[in-house]
């Protein structure tokens, strides 16, 4: 499956932004999507996960209350919603797919596809 994700941009402190992950292929509906996110000079952390029915979702701590992930299974596209960002939200975010893992276990290493990356920039 490839991965394109779009939707970053720079954002003032409290703003929204949504981002989205458009998927290739017909197995989109059997995977469990992520979103993870890398700020420079860190490690890429967890930021949200949805099964592949999109009715279980896990979010970071960070997030949890102001980030919503949703999936459109009939459109092979999963979303993060973001919304009362905060400065320390600026980093590059990163879709990922896999088959294999379950959404509770929200670790990169389990993940075996990939998005581009798409940039976010929050200016306090």
């Known amino acids: 499956v490839q991965l394109q994700a779009s939707g970053g941009g720079l954002v003032q402190a409290g703003g929204s932004l949504r981002l989205s992950c458009a998927a290739s292929?017909?197995?989109?509906?059997?995977?469990?999507m992520g979103w993870f996110r890398q700020a420079p000079g860190k490690e890429r952390e967890f930021v949200a996960t949805?099964?592949?029915?999109?009715?279980?979702?896990y979010y970071a701590d960070s997030v949890k209350g102001r980030f919503t992930i949703s999936r459109d299974n009939a459109k092979n596209t999963v979303y993060l919603q973001m919304n009362s960002l905060k400065p320390e939200d600026t980093a590059v975010y990163y879709c990922?797919?896999?088959?294999?893992?379950?959404?509770?276990?929200?670790?990169?290493?389990?993940?075996?596809?990939w998005g581009q990356g798409t940039l976010v920039t929050v200016s306090s």
């Open positions: 990922a797919a896999d088959p294999n893992t379950y959404p509770e276990i929200g670790v990169p290493y389990e993940f075996d596809y």
């Open positions: 949805i099964s592949w029915s999109g009715g279980t979702t």
């Open positions: 292929g017909r197995t989109f509906s059997t995977y469990v």
